[in-house]
């Protein structure tokens, strides 16, 4: 109940009168606290606002510092050298990197996810709900370094069989196929990354589903809706909105992870056709091992990946809420 | 349900800190066994002349001496009470903070640029940054075939090895240089550093010096294929993670592995060892001009023991117009590490001291500093 605002992305529509409350508040005809109040938040609006300019100002002078002395073209070069002379660096394989292992990580986590919340929610026995809830919400403060270590002491050499065996039947497709490397590719980082997110999307779902209005469901099953029928008809589609909000919190999460990626990937600076051969990089991980040893043109260099990054996030971020604003008619506002 | 939520916030804080206060004690005791391996400090700790050092140093860079600085460090602290604050950021990062006036000196692998030697002019009131040779290191080629415990390889097979051209570990190459061992046909996994590193700044110039290597040198890995791994710690986690892989790293980091015997051309293949490397700097010659003593070195050696595959990291330091608060206590610690006590720390810690001739200018260059 508590966190209802931050889950439901539509904010409810207000009734009239306390549309004219709101309006003396804002002139803050008020007492002092009000308007003292009013200062403050007004003060940390605008504080976000100008401290996301600051960010964007910042990459943009020193990635326009670099791109300048890039002699190769910076988005579609399968390089990164920037110690050459003329230096030659391109995004190119960390944007695909970017992409692709996060997208392997939404496909993997957000089914789960949603399964789980589900199960925490309709079908889980009440002695269960807590200890499930209380250890996805362990797997949400494990470090990710920390996952990058397991990544690559447990996970990668166990990840052998899967690879095997997703080479014997699916080779043919040429996005399985697997030469007998150390399985330090993409799939093993998309993997690990939806094992990081898991949480994040779960908890939000759970607890978007939690709103779901108990005469909606009672309905249902008054209809003779099985159990089944009644998270398909009222839950899934009054939580939809609020699971695709959970799934962009764990897609930022996947885009900008550093650590992990770098310790489990076997990065380099060409694409990959299958995803078990090692290869590619990320923006993050590429920041994250450069960074120690680069001059001032590598990290401006490094600086100008990030704002791409950047850039892509900001426009996956405002797709999702485009998504959003046309599902509202099932958002939880209209119940 | 606020309540039964604030519940399992508390139970989660609680299991929070039980687990990171279970890593803190971990943490600690690791380093406990770090302390009880220098036992010879207490004995070594007496000779060290401190002269006038007080105070704090600031100091950045290499990040393959990192643990003979630690060494030294530790000794050094302890004579003379001075904090010496080595960060090993790389050396990259270590000769900017020299150039910006961050640090009393820096480590780096590789000796300063022209461009460099110029900026820190700013820095060194009417003088300039020089290179001390310092550290020695043999680079360690170590490997994970199962059943061969004695390889031997030669630059031209390492090469083509390191650049995908050789694949299978029963090529007639590496047959060639070994009749006798029973080879697998098994898939060659040639491991590299992901991050910028001076280990492979070090190791592509003997492949570019011995065989025949295109790519252009640097601290980054450049040639395709193979698997990367970050640190020379990954580097070596790796090989040993996968049969039929092959990496380079510090000869520290060889533990519990079979390691590259060089076919240099002398009599007998050359293992990596403290002594092979140091062998190997002996044949250096020095190229710094002035007090500058950055070194060139052999690696197309084909002296009897000489290791080729040789790493020396350098402090650098203001020959002239050093900062007077940090002076005395730069001065003592060089001369310490460059003294007899100091060049025996390293061998201790799989490092190479440096030879007796180029260690003595160094003394010399020490003495001069102001």
Same mark, same amino acid.
């Given at each position: 109940m508590d966190i209802k605002t931050q889950t439901t992305d539509a904010p409810p529509p207000t009734p009239q009168p306390a549309v004219a409350e709101q309006k003396r508040a804002a002139r803050g005809a008020g007492r002092p606290g009000d308007r003292i109040f009013l200062g403050l938040s007004r003060g940390s609006g605008i504080l976000l606002l100008v401290l996301m300019a600051a960010i964007a100002v910042f990459l943009t002078y020193r990635a326009s510092l670099a791109i300048g002395q890039d002699h190769g073209n910076f988005l579609t070069t399968f390089e990164w050298n920037t110690n050459l002379n003329p230096p030659v660096f391109g995004i190119a394989v960390l944007a695909f990197g970017t992409v692709v292992s996060s997208i392997i990580a939404m496909a993997l986590a957000v089914p789960v996810a949603v399964a789980i919340a589900l199960f925490l929610t309709h079908y889980a026995p009440r002695r269960l709900r807590g200890p499930i809830a209380y250890v996805i919400d362990l797997l949400a403060a494990v470090p990710s370094i920390v996952y990058g270590l397991w990544g690559a002491l447990v996970l990668v050499p166990h990840m052998q069989g899967l690879y095997g065996w997703l080479d014997t039947y699916l080779g043919w497709t040429g996005v399985f196929s697997w030469d007998g490397g150390a399985p330090r590719a993409m799939l093993t980082v998309g993997i690990l990354l939806a094992i990081m997110i898991l949480p994040i999307i779960t908890n939000v779902s759970r607890e978007v589903f939690r709103q779901v209005p108990r005469m909606h469901e009672e309905a249902a099953l008054a209809l003779g809706a099985t159990r089944w029928e009644v998270v398909r008809m009222s839950v899934l589609p009054f939580g939809r909105s609020g699971v695709i909000s959970a799934s962009m919190l764990g897609l930022g999460r996947a885009l900008g992870e550093t650590m992990a990626v770098a310790t489990v990937l076997s990065p380099s600076y060409d694409i990959q056709a299958s995803l078990l051969d090692p290869g590619g990089g990320t923006f993050a991980q590429n920041i994250a091992s450069k960074f120690g040893e680069a001059t001032e043109q590598g990290r401006d260099a490094l600086i100008a990946s990030g704002l791409v990054l950047f850039v892509i996030t900001l426009v996956v971020n405002g797709a999702a809420r485009a998504i959003i604003a046309r599902r509202k008619e099932y958002s939880g506002a209209n119940a | 349900m606020m309540l039964q939520r604030k519940n399992r916030l508390r139970a989660l804080s609680l299991g929070a800190v039980a687990v990171s206060g279970a890593l803190a004690l971990t943490a600690c005791g690791t380093d406990d066994t770090g302390k009880a391996g220098g036992s010879s400090q207490a004995a070594n700790a007496g000779s060290v002349k401190c002269d006038n050092a007080k105070g704090q140093l600031l100091a950045d860079g290499s990040s393959a001496q990192k643990n003979a600085i630690d060494a030294w460090v530790k000794q050094f602290s302890q004579a003379c009470g001075v904090q010496i604050n080595y960060k090993g950021g790389g050396s990259g990062a270590g000769v900017t903070a020299f150039n910006q006036g961050q640090v009393a000196f820096a480590g780096s692998d590789s000796a300063l640029k022209p461009e460099e030697v110029t900026a820190s002019k700013k820095v060194c009131k009417g003088g300039q940054g020089i290179d001390l040779p310092m550290v020695g290191g043999p680079i360690a080629v170590g490997y994970n075939v199962p059943g061969v415990d004695d390889l031997v390889l030669d630059a031209p097979t390492l090469a083509k090895i390191f650049d995908s051209k050789i694949t299978k570990w029963n090529d007639a190459a590496i047959k060639k240089l070994n009749p006798k061992a029973k080879l697998p046909g098994l898939k060659i996994q040639a491991f590299h550093r992901s991050d910028e590193s001076g280990t492979t700044d070090n190791f592509t110039k003997y492949l570019k010096a011995?065989?025949?290597?295109?790519?252009?040198?640097?601290?980054?890995?450049?040639?395709?294929?193979?698997?990367?791994?970050?640190?020379?710690?990954?580097?070596?986690?790796?090989?040993?993670?996968?049969?039929?892989?092959?990496?380079?790293?510090?000869?520290?980091?060889?533990?519990?592995?079979?390691?590259?015997?060089?076919?240099?051309?002398?009599?007998?293949?050359?293992?990596?060892?403290?002594?092979?490397?140091?062998?190997?700097?002996?044949?250096?010659?020095?190229?710094?001009? +002035?007090?500058?003593?950055?070194?060139?070195?052999?690696?197309?050696?084909?002296?009897?023991?000489?290791?080729?595959?040789?790493?020396?990291?350098?402090?650098?330091?203001?020959?002239?117009?050093?900062?007077?608060?940090?002076?005395?206590?730069?001065?003592?610690?060089?001369?310490?590490?460059?003294?007899?006590?100091?060049?025996?720390?390293?061998?201790?810690?799989?490092?190479?001291?440096?030879?007796?001739?180029?260690? +003595?200018?160094?003394?010399?260059?020490?003495? +001069?500093?102001?």
């Open positions: - | 011995t065989a025949d290597w295109k790519y252009e040198g640097g601290k980054a890995w450049q040639a395709k294929g193979g698997q990367a791994a970050s640190g020379s710690a990954g580097v070596a986690q790796g090989v040993k993670q996968n049969p039929g892989a092959i990496g380079y790293f510090e000869l520290s980091y060889a533990k519990d592995m079979s390691t590259v015997a060089i076919d240099t051309g002398a009599k007998a293949p050359v293992k990596p060892s403290v002594e092979s490397a140091t062998a190997d700097i002996a044949a250096a010659k020095v190229v710094g001009t +002035g007090k500058d003593l950055s070194l060139q070195l052999d690696y197309a050696t084909k002296a009897e023991g000489a290791y080729p595959i040789t790493l020396v990291t350098y402090e650098i330091v203001c020959d002239k117009g050093n900062k007077p608060d940090t002076l005395p206590a730069t001065k003592a610690f060089l001369n310490y590490i460059a003294g007899e006590d100091g060049q025996k720390v390293l061998s201790e810690n799989d490092y190479a001291p440096i030879p007796a001739e180029i260690i +003595g200018k160094v003394r010399t260059t020490i003495a +001069g500093l102001n």
